[in-house]
């Protein structure tokens, strides 16, 4: 077989598929927008909860809307029964992402409005997915190692509560603080792939769970968001300040990524880093545990300054790179970086379902139906002649 490749072809670069009214980014300037809001102020002032609201609902909540929007959001972190019985029939080497994925699925069972694909259900349905991912994480983890699960408390905020049902009691204000910003900065980031298959999902007028069970599994990839938990791990293997500009210099001659650096969009370092930086270094100043902290520091001016020497350009640093960091420093497993990730992007997920199924930003709703450039030649140019399979060679 011969082929000739497109090299314009390939991941969809560059090539816009829709509009949209939730998420605007500047990859020149390093700017990224939330519903006209920029992520940094969000970071600065608002919470998870505010955040969503906006995501969802287009605008900033009243005291009164987002107190009844957090009561109802935290009612939904009341997991049904069912949902957590059939995650106890996995076997605890499972994916936490796999079965995240699994759980979301499975709650379409126990939707008691799922065949009404009204606005009203749809949204419903989306805040009871946010809601919902923060016991099923938590409550996996917990399964996998043997220990008691622990319900939620609705009484506290959405990562308040989290890192209370992950480790059975309550972190210091400052780390529930650090950790609300952090499910603020990854709320949202446009047509990433993991959104891009949400949206693609929905043009099927497939349901909310289905597509964000997809979400989930794009999500789960390395190259996604998959690429926080490869941080950590690059950065274990690295082990000391001391091999760091070599590792570094190796990896790139081979060719080789290196993980939490270089974007699909930003041609500068992503905003989001100036929140997670120094959040990182604040809490290894707090904590008293900087070996982290300084590697990545380190293992970041190696690259860049290598990058520069042996490739002639500048590389920008992603947000995975710094919030393996944090992670680490809150006490939350590595293999958990990432479902904590698809806790805060459900909020972004669920806003660009809405966006898709109801046409928000467009004239109607559309099936994605992409082209594609055939470039196979198996007999030439002419179509192949079938034979028989007794007249095979």
């Not at 920029?38 to 995501?55: G, I, K, M």
């Not at 974007?263 to 990182?280: F, G, K, N, Q, S």
Request: net charge neutral; aromatic share 8%; glycine share 6%.
């Amino acid at each position: 077989m011969e082929c000739i490749t497109n090299i314009k072809n390939i991941g969809l670069r560059d090539i816009p598929v829709a509009d949209t009214l939730i998420c605007g980014i500047d990859p020149k300037r390093g700017v990224l927008i939330y519903r006209g809001f920029d992520v940094l102020d969000l970071a600065s002032h608002s919470t998870y909860e505010e955040t969503a609201f906006l995501l969802l609902k287009a605008r900033l909540p009243s005291a009164e809307e987002l107190a009844s929007f957090s009561s109802r959001l935290a009612s939904f972190r009341s997991v049904p029964e069912a949902v957590l019985r059939s995650m106890r029939l996995r076997p605890t080497t499972a994916s936490p992402m796999d079965v995240l994925q699994g759980a979301v699925a499975f709650m379409a069972d126990y939707d008691p409005d799922i065949r009404d694909e009204s606005r009203d259900a749809e949204l419903e349905r989306g805040m009871r997915i946010v809601g919902a991912l923060p016991t099923i994480v938590a409550a996996w983890d917990r399964m996998r190692k043997g220990l008691a699960v622990i319900p939620p408390e609705p009484t506290l905020g959405h990562a308040a509560d989290f890192l209370r049902m992950l480790n059975g009691g309550r972190a210091d204000a400052q780390t529930e603080r650090d950790l609300d910003v952090c499910l603020i900065l990854h709320a949202e980031h446009s047509f990433n792939a993991s959104t891009f298959t949400a949206r693609a999902v929905a043009s099927t007028r497939s349901h909310m769970y289905g597509a964000v069970a997809a979400a989930v599994a794009s999500l789960a990839g390395e190259l996604h968001g998959g690429a926080n938990t490869r941080v950590m791990q690059m950065l274990e293997d690295i082990g000391s300040q001391e091999r760091a500009g070599q590792w570094v210099e190796q990896r790139l001659r081979d060719g080789k990524k290196i993980m939490g650096l270089g974007h699909a969009v930003y041609e500068v370092d992503d905003p989001r880093t100036r929140i997670l930086a120094p959040m990182a270094e604040a809490i290894a100043a707090r904590t008293g545990e900087r070996r982290w902290y300084e590697l990545a520091r380190r293992v970041e001016r190696e690259a860049k300054e290598a990058f520069v020497r042996l490739k002639g350009k500048s590389i920008p640093t992603n947000v995975d790179f710094y919030s393996a960091v944090v992670y680490r420093a809150m006490g939350i497993p590595t293999e958990l970086f990432t479902p904590v990730f698809a806790m805060a992007r459900s909020a972004g997920w669920v806003a660009h379902i809405m966006e898709e199924k109801f046409a928000e930003a467009q004239d109607k709703p559309v099936l994605y139906r992409p082209q594609a450039d055939y470039i196979g030649s198996y007999c030439g140019p002419d179509k192949c002649e079938y034979a028989p399979l007794q007249e095979r060679r």
